[in-house]
């Protein structure tokens, strides 16, 4: 089985609708109940596949700042949301984009954003890289 962990995101009202319309929108891709941490696994994986320079212009953006708030929340996620988060931390230190590491909480947000903007068919194929395999069904 694999391991999971809670994340912390601290969100303002904008910052909860963002999460929820991105959470309905692959849910209704899907055609599935999913978990929230699976929206935030996707939201990640999609945000993996952006350039450097592109996610350094997004932690600028005031929209990145409207999100973040005092309302806190707590995301259950596979463990590989860490490993996958610390990638895109690790590509602007190597690049050279950043003088230090970003927040996790403000990637996190930046890639609910990037999930947002994201082409439907984009949405589909990070859930299908993320996704856990589906459980045979057992007979008898």
Request: net charge neutral; hydrophobic share 40%.
């Amino acid at each position: 089985m694999a391991q999971s962990r809670t994340y912390k995101l601290r969100l303002s009202k904008e910052g909860i609708d963002l999460f929820l319309q991105c959470h309905c929108r692959l849910a209704h891709l899907l055609q599935n109940f999913i978990p929230y941490g699976v929206t935030l696994m996707v939201a990640v994986a999609i945000l993996e596949g952006q350039d450097a320079c592109d996610v350094v212009a997004e932690l600028e953006e005031q929209r990145l700042h409207h999100c973040i708030g005092d309302n806190i929340r707590f995301v259950g996620s596979s463990t590989a949301l860490i490993d996958a988060t610390k990638r895109v931390s690790d590509k602007l230190l190597n690049r050279h984009e950043c003088p230090s590491a970003p927040q996790m909480g403000h990637l996190y947000i930046i890639a609910l954003l990037s999930l947002a903007s994201a082409e439907d068919r984009q949405l589909v194929e990070a859930f299908e890289r993320v996704a856990p395999p589906r459980r045979r069904s057992r007979q008898g």
